[in-house]
């Protein structure tokens, strides 16, 4: 299946440390940078952060992997020792932006996880909507052991993925998960055997892609929001956004399918 991309064209096809394919309604974003682990410096941020701004039209679902062994080995390290305080300040907020741009961009995002996702590549895992970890993941926050403390928006995200005790046992001892201990934990959504990530989520991101666009843009959007708000508001806001999804033409259409008797049962293929 995975034959069916195609290198990108335009903007997307000329990043230097990442790799993009599209099929169709899919577009495949592969950090290209392994021999540095997948790294994150910053243009390597700065072109995430460009590639999702710049999603071809037709997009309606990214995938989103590592080149090499290992996802990501987080923030290049060779960045920091230079840095004075303003300027981690600055660099840590480019890396707020761009992951913003992942988590409330236009489409779904699915992470194939494998080898390290440590650190800044955990951050980022984080970013994405679903993570699908192939056997050889582990997860580690060394920021404790670096002496350093998590900049790229991990403090917001991973405790809402694994909660707060298991995060802070990460980085104050410097605990590393395997993948069936970060299967557990919540950090992927699904588990598979090594080499089969990217076939399993390019088979989602294409069963997504059927949703009606305005559904999958509510439950990215505005679930996550909700989740964080007070009852009270979270249920107003709730029922605007159901009413909206389902005032549009394609939700009307597809329950008229189920009603007809022309759309599939839950759990049943249509
Ligand atoms: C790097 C980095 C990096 C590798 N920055 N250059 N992240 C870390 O503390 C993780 C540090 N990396 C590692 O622990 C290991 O590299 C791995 C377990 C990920 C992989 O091990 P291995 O044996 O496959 O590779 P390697 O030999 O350690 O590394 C290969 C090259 O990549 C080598 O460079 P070379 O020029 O000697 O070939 C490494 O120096 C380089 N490399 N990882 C820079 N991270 C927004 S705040 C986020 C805060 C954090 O992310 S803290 C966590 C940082």
Redesign the pocket.
Known sequence: MTSELRPAEGLLGQMSMLRIETDGPVVHLRLNRP???N?LNETLVRELQTAFVNLPKEARVAVLSGEG??FS??????EVTEQSVAEGIVH?RK?HAAFDLIQFGPVPVIAVLHG?V????L?LAATAHLRVAEASSFYGL??GQ?G?F???S?SARIPRLMGVSRMTDMMLTGRVFDAAEGQAAGLSNYLVGEGEGLKKALELARKIATNAPLSNYAITQALPRIAEMAPAEGLFVESLMSAIAQGDEAAKKRVRDFLEKRAGKVGKSS
């Open positions: 021999d540095k682990r790294a062994a290992h080995a987080g923030l290049d390290l060779s840590s890396w390290a440590v650190g800044g590549g951050e060394p920021e670096r350093i998590v900049g790229g991990g």
